[in-house]
């Protein structure tokens, strides 16, 4: 299962971005999808996770900010970032925990990232 980010950019204080990820591969299903960041000098950390079923869960820093939704059709996951502000800035990654064919369990897979800078 192959994860590929896009999206990120550079926007000032404020702005908006929408970051995707399309899932892919030997794919048989795919349960939970997220989003985790890696700031500068920090650790990466979840922002948000939603379950097959449309079950949103939000790191405090983003509630209210962020909204991560997914497309079970297409495999893919999405995250709105509004209202961003320079502390957002980080690479972002997307995971999904999928099962393969032909698997008995699921994995976690993750995207090689995708850097988004905001600027104040």
């Known amino acids: 299962v192959q994860l590929q980010a896009s999206g990120g950019g550079l926007v000032q204080a404020g702005g908006s971005l929408r970051l995707s990820c399309a899932a892919s591969?030997?794919?048989?299903?795919?349960?939970?999808m997220g989003w985790y960041r890696q700031g500068p000098g920090k650790e990466r950390e979840l922002v948000a996770t939603?379950?097959?079923?449309?079950?949103?869960n939000y790191a405090d820093s983003v509630k209210g900010r962020f909204t991560i939704s997914r497309d079970n059709a297409k495999n893919s996951e999405y995250l709105q970032m509004s209202g961003l502000k320079p502390e957002d800035t980080a690479v972002y990654y997307c995971?999904?925990?999928?099962?393969?064919?032909?698997?008995?369990?699921?994995?976690?897979?993750w995207g090689k990232g995708t850097l988004v800078t905001v600027s104040s």
């Open positions: 995971n999904a925990r999928s099962r393969e064919y032909y698997s008995d369990y699921e994995e976690d897979y």
């Open positions: 939603i379950t097959i079923g449309g079950s949103t």
């Open positions: 591969g030997n794919i048989f299903s795919i349960s939970d």
